[in-house]
């Protein structure tokens, strides 16, 4: 199982840039499992995707956190 996922793979899934996803992470909005290389925890990405999508919940939820984990 993946331990986080990199930057600029977290970046396509939000459709944001790098240096956004840095940002993010420093901020407090995406939790980082590991520094050197920066790795964005999974479940950190999927609440950031449901926050910005909220109908993701009721009807996407499983299949996105099975995409996402993937």
Request: aromatic fraction near 8%.
């Amino acid at each position: 199982m993946r331990q986080g996922i990199e930057v600029q793979v977290a970046a396509r899934m939000l459709n944001i840039s790098t240096n956004y996803v840095y940002r993010l992470v420093r901020e407090g909005h995406l939790t980082a499992v590991n520094y050197d290389p920066l790795l964005i925890s999974a479940s950190s990405i999927k609440r950031r995707l449901l926050q910005l999508v909220p109908f993701l919940a009721a009807d996407l939820a499983v299949r996105t956190d099975y995409q996402i984990r993937r």
